[in-house]
């Protein structure tokens, strides 16, 4: 589908910047032309299907939804595939915490959903796409809708209400499933697309940057990182390496945007799918800067358990790509 | 009565730029309005939202979870 981009950077590289092809600069350059080319084509793409997507389940019937129904378990893969589905803002992620509490929403589902919304979102699945083919994005997709599930679940029956900070619980205690109508807008769909290609170029914008320098780095490593030069320290016999890796991308924040660019050099010069995964979920997932955030609605205990639970699944997880990749 | 505009955010960069949008819309419809920042969460979470950006016009939600443009908040005005 892209060998004419492939064809168009090796005449740009090549016959027209004149860079020998065995040269590492050559190597480099060819791959960051080809690869931000063809993935912002995928992130435009992908946003716009998403768009349309989204204008279809807004977030508030989503929640009145969820805060109606009893679905018998269901709702945790509801509130997981959701959590895919809705675009990703981190400064949304505690009013979005609250809300679902307000609406009786349990605990362990709200969990579920904020999980998954910063692991699969529009610009990881493009990326991914772009980066790793089909299949490794059906794989991503599939287990970071089930971590949600399963660490929502296991929250869940955890029992922490009580560990919530102290104006959260009261709004818990208050909480009623929301009988508000939701007013669904009136516009046709064909009215809708302008709005949803709008929104589409102001997300390819806004990560823009952060896609650049992650290309850019991947770029330098494809270059001048030799073939198999993490295989010698992290193989996939090294049984640390996954829990390590989680443990490193913790504290760390880049969204999926920086970081899948990067990763894909990991796993070209040697580090284990599996691995490689892990620690860019822990650094998506899970940082610093969610964690500051979530303290207003949650204790200290509440917050370490959450991230305990969450890196404990990504581990897990992490084994698992590096069993069936 | 002057409109009442009030923006909802935890302070993010999409919640500054909201604020700027809406200064300079009200500035260009010369209408009579206060514009209030709420970033403290207890105080936005009053009003039914879950996304964030989030603009109030007379205690009324018209925007919420992304940057408006101008021309928008233009015809909010009017």
Known sequence: ?????????????????????????????????????????????????????????????????????????????????????????????????????????????????LITSPLVNEVAIAIFLGMFGV?????????????????????????????????????????????EVFDAEKTTFVQRIPTIIKEAFGIVKSVLVYVLIGIAIGAAMHGYVPEGFFEQYIGKDTWYAVPLAVLLGIPMYANAAGIIPVIQVFVAKGIPIGTSLAFMMAVVGLSIPEATLLKKVMTTKLLLIFFGVVAACIILSGYLFNLIL | MATSI???????????????????????????AEITKIEDLE????????????????????????????????????
């Open chain 1, 1 to 113: 589908m892209f060998d004419w981009l492939q064809h168009f950077a090796d005449w740009l590289i090549y016959a027209v910047i004149g860079i020998s092809p065995q040269s590492h600069l050559g190597e480099a350059l060819n791959f960051f032309v080809y690869d931000t080319i063809k993935i912002l084509i995928l992130l435009f793409l992908i946003t716009f299907l998403m768009g349309i997507v989204n204008s279809y389940f807004p977030i508030d019937r989503i929640k009145n939804f969820l805060s109606r129904n009893k679905l018998y378990g269901g709702e945790y893969l509801m509130a997981s595939t959701f959590g895919a589905v809705t675009p990703f803002c981190s400064c949304s992620s505690v009013p979005l915490f609250i809300g679902f509490v307000k609406g009786g929403i349990p605990l362990g589902v709200t969990f579920a959903f």
């Open chain 1, 135 to 179: 299949k490794a994005t059906l794989v991503y997709v599939v287990s970071g809708i089930l971590l949600g599930v399963i660490s929502g679940a296991v929250l869940g029956k955890m029992n922490l209400e009580p560990l919530l900070t102290d104006w959260v619980r009261q709004v818990w205690k208050q909480a009623k499933a929301d009988q």
């Open chain 2, 6 to 32: 009030k923006i909802l955010g935890p302070g993010c960069a999409k919640c500054k730029t909201t604020f700027e949008v809406v200064k300079k819309a009200v500035e260009q419809s010369g209408v009579q």
């Open chain 2, 43 to 78: 105080g936005m979470m009053k009003y039914n939202i879950l996304t964030t950006p989030v603009v109030v016009v007379n205690e009324q939600i018209k925007i919420s979870g992304r940057v408006p443009s101008v021309d928008e908040i233009l015809k909010l005005l009017n």
